[in-house]
């Protein structure tokens, strides 16, 4: 099909000088898309899955009609059938050609074959509905509002230049990844930057600026910015993975980023991909950002694990700071306090005792949350003995599987091993439980 595509072409279109034109130079092909179990797609099989019935969407006995009417061997239609209701037993839901497009281009890992998976167009049909939903945010904060895309005075905030700086390592990863025609890399690189960088942290950093009746005209003009003009790079970035939900929002997206301007028509497909900055990646920004993620993680963990609701505010004491831990602290007030839910943050002395609390490390800084008064110590108590009788009892299985030679010298040594590694794992666990219930017996 490639040199007929070539021949056809060189054929019927010539230059001016009568040569004939050559409709491309590199060809890329993917390996053999297989089904779920690693089978070739075939008819007699009834394991063909139609790209159309994944984008719009298929009903059972349609999927069913479809996979079993005219066969040449009509005797495998039952087992088809069967097979067909198990996998798929309310039929294909419409996933889109966008979410389809990306889940190809995830799994396209060179030199080898690609065994589909369902699951995996699901989760990316969910990373369109999250490009939707940020986008909705940002169109919400600032259509309508001063953007400073005419050079007005910005204020950048930590959360604003880390996220500039995140999106030029992401385009020049992409363009790598492109380069060495690694479609997976560069598919995986939109997807960590989109979901887990913009959409988890940035967006969430944004609104202590954009909700603060106390945040200068600048500062909001500078994260309003920062929010549509990285949006609109992103789109352009992701484009050729996902032409279709990215033009969609782009349209709105370009003329509050001052991409575009006057009428149209306009088109994501005629503006300049995006091209990395590297003089506008701050290196302090970057680590100062990871600091402050890490810190608003732990707490979140402390809350996790001592079961404290998200609505409680807590006090919080660091110990051990140095010289970088002070400098972010002090600048960052804000964001902790408003995305950690936070009453208080005590900086504890050198020599001053710190109270009984709930202890993480980030680097060497030491983040403690006070626990008395935080939680039911009866109920708590109570809930970690269950876990801990549990725990070993699993312990005392998995011993005594560990303990019986016909187990040892027959099983295969993968499988001896695995077991040894549970064992291992859920004397880990009983142990960090028994210091819990210890430091909470002891409040």
């Not at 589909?116 to 167009?121: A, E, G, S, T, V």
């Not at 895309?149 to 604003?160: F, G, P, W």
């Not at 380069?179 to 560069?186: E, F, I, P, S, V």
């Not at 279709?244 to 503006?271: D, K, N």
Request: glycine fraction near 6%; aromatic fraction near 6%.
């Amino acid at each position: 099909w490639v040199a007929r595509m070539i021949m056809m072409t060189m054929h019927f279109m010539k230059d001016e000088d009568g040569q004939p034109q050559v409709p491309f130079k590199t060809v890329y092909v993917t390996g053999l898309i297989r089904d779920e179990q690693g089978q070739k797609m075939s008819k007699s099989k009834g394991n063909v899955l139609d790209p159309l019935d994944m984008i719009d969407g298929i009903e059972l006995d349609s999927l069913l009609e479809k996979r079993t009417g005219n066969m040449m061997q009509p005797q495998l239609a039952e087992k088809i059938g069967k097979a067909t209701r198990k996998a798929f037993p309310e039929g294909i839901g419409a996933h889109g050609t966008d979410a389809l497009r990306f889940t190809l281009y995830s799994l396209a890992s060179t030199g080898r074959d690609i065994n589909w998976d369902m699951k995996r167009l699901e989760g990316y049909r969910n990373f369109c509905n999250k490009i939707w939903n940020a986008a909705r945010y940002v169109l919400m904060n600032t259509e309508g509002e001063d953007c400073g895309v005419n050079n007005e005075t910005v204020e950048l905030s930590l959360a604003d230049r880390w996220i500039i700086a995140r999106l030029q390592q992401a385009e020049q990863r992409v363009a790598d990844a492109m380069t060495n025609y690694r479609l997976d890399h560069a598919s995986q690189e939109i997807y960590e930057f989109v979901w887990n960088e913009y959409c988890d942290w940035y967006l969430e950093l944004s609104k202590p600026v954009l909700w603060d009746d106390n945040a200068s005209a600048e500062a909001k003009r500078g994260t309003r910015r920062t929010l549509i003009r990285v949006l609109e790079a992103t789109l352009r970035l992701a484009h050729p993975f996902m032409p279709f939900i990215t033009e969609e929002i782009w349209q709105r997206v370009a003329p509050i980023a001052g991409t575009v301007s006057g009428e149209g028509p306009h088109s994501i497909m005629l503006q300049a991909y995006p091209l990395a900055n590297v003089n506008a990646i701050d290196e302090q920004a970057l680590s100062d950002a990871e600091w402050l993620k890490a810190v608003i993680t732990a707490i979140r963990n402390i809350r996790g694990e001592m079961n404290v609701p998200p609505s409680k505010a807590l006090n919080i004491i660091l110990k051990n700071l140095g010289a970088d831990d002070q400098r972010r602290l002090d600048d960052n007030r804000q964001f902790l306090t408003k995305l950690a839910k936070l009453e208080s943050i005590q900086v504890l002395g050198s020599g001053e005792e710190a109270p009984m609390a709930a202890t993480q490390l980030i680097g060497d800084m030491e983040l403690l949350v006070p626990m008395a008064g935080l939680i039911d110590k009866d109920a708590e108590l109570g809930r970690l003995d269950k876990e801990l009788a549990k725990l070993e009892k699993d312990i005392q299985r998995l011993a005594g599987k560990l303990g019986n030679p016909g187990f040892v010298d027959k099983a295969p040594a993968a499988v001896v091993e695995k077991e040894q590694d549970k064992l291992q794992a859920q004397q880990h666990q009983r142990d960090r439980l028994q210091a819990q219930r210890q430091a909470i017996a002891e409040l």
